[in-house]
């Protein structure tokens, strides 16, 4: 079956960029010329994701005006005969189709999937965390989904990090099948370097069976109440084949503020217009 629809959760607070976060959301912070939302929107889209389901917040509406038409803005470039950017506002409303639905609580990422269960339906979906942008020449969902419909199975997308960095992430045991794609045995959230049973680390992209919500729903509850997906993804790992896939590419963890100015960095280096003239001033600096 086509994965047709992804869940991106975004009714987080935002508390590691605060005070920049009080009264706009974390994924509307611009990376160079564009929230950062978007680049996981087009990767979505690129990746043959027809509809988005926003699983949002309160303080989290300029998100979707953001992908919403602006007849007033496109109005003002028309008569300004500004018809390149007038092209790329009437692009970013016509990615994909979205549904967004409320999360009233933050009460962790797997509540905030549960949110979306009778949007999904039951059918296979992937879920992208707007936190991780991937840089790649294939769009990494597109990688995982590769996976998905050759072993017909879960898949979660998973980087090579440092092994002083694994506390860091949820890291998985892995059983390798060929190169890049592992069958998990086993996840631990945040383990210590010296008990981490590998350096693979889960990095924000799944393919996800409908069977993930009961899962949800059958999980234990944190101390601090929230519901974990990781925990729900170890009930799946016991009951049959998940698989992992490690994404070619750049993996930038914009959800700390020195992942964001990274990435912004990097992108900006890359970035047609800009990236000469920024690479001459970085190299003009007395660091």
């Given at each position: 079956m086509k994965v047709r629809k992804a869940v991106l959760p975004v009714a987080g607070?935002?508390?590691?960029?605060?005070?920049?976060?009080?009264?706009?959301?974390?994924e509307m912070l611009p990376l160079v010329d564009k929230p950062a939302i978007q680049y996981v929107v087009e990767?979505?889209?690129?990746?043959?994701?027809?509809?988005?389901?926003?699983?949002?917040?309160?303080g989290k509406r300029s998100i979707e005006d953001h992908f919403d038409t602006a007849y007033e803005l496109e109005g003002l470039l028309e008569k300004k005969g500004d018809h390149k950017l007038l092209r790329e506002m009437k692009a970013i409303s016509n990615l994909v189709s979205f549904c967004f639905v409320r999360q009233s609580e933050a009460l962790g990422l797997g509540h905030a999937i549960l949110c979306a269960k009778d949007v999904i339906g039951n059918e296979p979906f992937a879920v992208l965390l707007p936190d991780m942008i991937v840089d790649s020449e294939t769009p990494a969902l597109e990688q995982v989904l590769d996976v998905h419909y050759?072993?017909?199975?879960?898949?979660?997308?998973?980087?090579?990090?440092?092994?002083?960095?694994?506390?860091?992430?949820?890291?998985?045991?892995?059983?390798?099948?060929?190169?890049?794609?592992?069958?998990?045995?086993?996840?631990?959230?945040k383990p210590k370097p010296e008990e981490a049973p590998s350096n693979l680390a889960i990095s924000g992209r799944y393919i996800l069976p409908p069977e993930i919500f009961r899962a949800i729903e059958q999980t234990i509850p944190s101390t601090l109440g929230e519901i974990q997906l990781t925990d729900a993804l170890k009930s799946l790992v016991n009951k049959g084949p998940v698989y992992a896939c490690r994404v070619e590419g750049k993996l930038h963890d914009t959800g700390n503020k020195l992942g964001f100015l990274q990435a912004t960095v990097e992108l900006a280096l890359k970035n047609p217009e800009l990236g000469d003239e920024f690479r001459n001033y970085l190299k003009g600096l007395k660091l």
């Open positions: 607070l935002g508390t590691r960029f605060l005070p920049a976060t009080k009264a706009s959301p974390k990767e979505a889209k690129l990746s043959g994701i027809e509809l988005i389901i926003m699983v949002t917040g309160r050759r072993f017909k199975g879960p898949v979660i997308a998973v980087e090579e990090v440092e092994q002083s960095e694994v506390s860091r992430y949820g890291i998985i045991r892995p059983e390798m099948i060929e190169d890049g794609v592992y069958r998990i045995l086993d996840m631990v959230e």
